[in-house]
């Protein structure tokens, strides 16, 4: 089986940094693009930024430039940089991975559209 672990979320006051990790673990062969996303309170879940395997970055308007994607894939690892955090960044943000190839058993299987479990983010004012 594959798991998809956030980590990395907490409490920061207003104008502070985090770093979230997303880890992939199991018997994995690739990884195309994967991504982060957020839920607030009370909202709808959203889209936050994704990067493919070859590195190609795209984020949401409001986010570009005080978040950043990035990714080692030797490591199945999707990270976000977020700075100059505001408090309607608050949130519980999760990973996603659009297609997983990976061994379950003798079977090379494959997962679409994988989510993690979410991490909380609190940002204070």
């Known amino acids: 089986q594959v798991q998809l672990v956030e980590s990395g979320g907490g409490l920061v006051q207003a104008g502070g940094s985090l770093r979230l990790s997303c880890a992939a673990s199991g018997r994995i062969f690739s990884i195309n693009a994967m991504g982060w996303y957020r839920q607030a309170p009370g909202k709808q879940r959203e889209l936050v930024a994704t990067?493919?395997?070859?590195?190609?970055?795209d984020y949401v308007d409001s986010m570009e430039g005080r978040f950043t994607i990035s990714r080692d894939n030797a490591k199945n690892t999707v990270y976000l940089q977020m700075n100059s955090l505001k408090p309607e960044d608050t949130a519980v943000y999760y990973c996603?991975?659009?297609?997983?190839?990976?061994?379950?058993?003798?079977?090379?299987?494959?997962?679409?559209?994988?989510w993690g479990k979410g991490t909380l983010v609190t940002v204070s004012s």
């Open positions: 990067i493919t395997s070859a590195g190609i970055t």
């Open positions: 996603n991975a659009d297609r997983i190839d990976y061994s379950n058993g003798n079977t090379r299987t494959r997962a679409m559209n994988y």
